[in-house]
């Protein structure tokens, strides 16, 4: 693997508010064709009050969801792979006149349009059970078997933002267009309809093999390498590994260990993982990951669906991982895709690839060399500290070696979040993947980088 130097910093990302579909709405809103509430009671759900539902989205296919398991009030609501957990189970407790509070198994609590707001995108939270009219929801029919939930204070309904199908799309209020973002099946927990163990592609047979692979994405053509485990069972959710190339690097030299060998192939994961991964080896731009308008986040998006569409994934054991630029865009799907992805780690990268967001905790391993002179460890401890904030860890100075002692320190943060884990790596050497045993050639570079990483991947259930 040639360790090569980074160049130009790429442009920030441009936040994607509303998907196509949204927009579409707001064209039909703009000409005064929206569908009219139903102001009679729903008959495609009898809701039955002593009774918990799952609330499945039926755009996403998803499960209305207590991000995190929260329990504190203005908690926010998403969507997530639907698992029936307590915090994917809601119950509904009448108000009288037809409507009712939504109340989660979990916390308690009930949804709640936060701050009484009357705007489109208001956020839906949980908020302690106060009976208030923006606590209060009706039931609207849609057909099929769906309902849309209309808050009593606002008229709006609750809708998945943007028409989002990723976990972790946000749930807010937006004027009832009918659109199927917007609609709602109420399945009773422990009924007939079970839960999927993994992604839509599980139970399917895959229309993906091994091999290159290319797709549309933002209107380009673009590449991936593909790994399938051996002996791929199609009832088995897989976790689900993105290696991205450095600099001047090709999805080719990812999927063969490059210079390295079999062992460093996809960065020593193929190898950690055994058979218990589906890998995937991304192509960049120009062999790089300028990211502009956050078109490589969107590639990430469109391999993540084309791939999960065929091959039976985990939707909560997403992974990513790159060393220089390609540490830069596992740092860029850290800050855009927190809800999305499980972990990444990022090796001697900087902020290259830019950071849409930011804000949201993912669980984080940094690693990087003492002496870099292409990325300087400052660059490294930079990011790092991002997601020690945004985890809630305790903030410190981890210990580095030497210089000249040819031995990394890998220090565990405290205090973070439950699930959210930090780790930070400093070993003596420059620009490279990892120490190598005082020979300063790269065939050391698997002896701690590759297994540290998978174990901080696989700590992930």
């Not at 080896?281 to 669906?305: C, H, K, L, R, Y």
């Not at 985890?391 to 320190?409: F, K, L, M, V, Y």
Request: aromatic share 10%; with cysteine; proline share 4%.
């Amino acid at each position: 693997m040639k360790a090569l130097g980074e160049a130009r910093p790429a442009s920030r990302q441009r936040r994607r508010w509303r998907s196509g579909l949204a927009a579409a709405a707001a064209a039909v809103m703009a000409a005064s064709t929206l569908v009219a509430v139903n102001a009679t009671p729903a008959a495609a759900a009898t809701v039955d009050t002593n009774a918990w539902y799952t609330l499945v989205n039926r755009n996403s296919g998803k499960a209305l969801d207590l991000y995190a398991s929260a329990t504190n009030d203005g908690a926010r609501i998403s969507q997530w792979t639907r698992n029936n957990g307590n915090n994917q189970q809601w119950q509904f407790v009448d108000s009288g006149g037809g409507y009712y509070r939504v109340k989660s198994r979990h916390s308690g609590k009930v949804l709640d349009v936060s701050n009484f707001s009357t705007a489109d995108g208001g956020a839906i939270v949980q908020w302690s059970d106060l009976n208030g009219t923006n606590q209060q929801f009706r039931l609207a029919d849609s057909d099929g078997g769906y309902v849309r939930l209309v808050n009593r204070n606002s008229n709006k309904v609750v809708e998945v933002q943007g028409a989002s199908t990723a976990d972790g799309g946000n749930v807010v209020q937006y004027a009832d267009w009918g659109g199927a973002n917007q609609q709602w099946q109420l399945v009773p927990v422990g009924g007939s309809n079970p839960p999927p163990t993994g992604g839509s592609g599980c139970g399917k047979a895959p229309t993906l093999s091994s091999g290159t692979h290319t797709i549309q994405s933002n209107g380009k053509s673009r590449t991936f390498i593909l790994r399938v485990p051996a002996n791929y069972n199609n009832s088995n959710p897989y976790r689900l590994i993105f290696a991205f190339h450095w600099r001047g690097g090709t999805m080719q030299e990812i999927s063969s260990g490059g210079t390295s060998g079999t062992a460093w192939s996809y960065y020593g994961q193929q190898e950690q993982s055994n058979n218990s991964a589906i890998l995937v080896a991304p192509q960049g731009f120009g062999n790089g990951w300028g990211n502009s308008g956050g078109e490589d986040i969107t590639f990430v998006d469109d391999m993540i669906s084309r791939i999960e569409s065929s091959l039976c994934v985990n939707p909560r054991q997403r992974f990513a991982l790159g060393f220089s630029w390609g540490g830069g865009m596992s740092y860029a799907v850290a800050c855009a895709r927190a809800t999305v992805f499980r972990a990444v780690a990022v090796i001697s990268g900087a902020q290259i690839s830019g950071c849409s967001g930011g804000t949201q905790p993912i669980a984080y391993f940094g690693l990087h060399g003492i002496s870099d002179n292409v990325l300087n460890i400052s660059q490294g401890r930079a990011l790092r500290d991002t997601f020690v904030r945004n985890n809630g860890c305790t903030a410190q100075n981890p210990p580095e070696p030497a210089g000249g002692s040819r031995a990394h320190i890998t220090t565990a943060y405290s205090g973070c979040r439950a699930g959210y884990p930090v780790q930070w790596a400093a070993y003596d050497n420059g620009h490279m993947p990892g120490p190598v045993d005082g020979t300063y050639a790269e065939s050391g570079i698997t002896t701690w980088t590759k297994g540290e990483i998978w174990r901080f991947f696989a700590q992930f259930s």
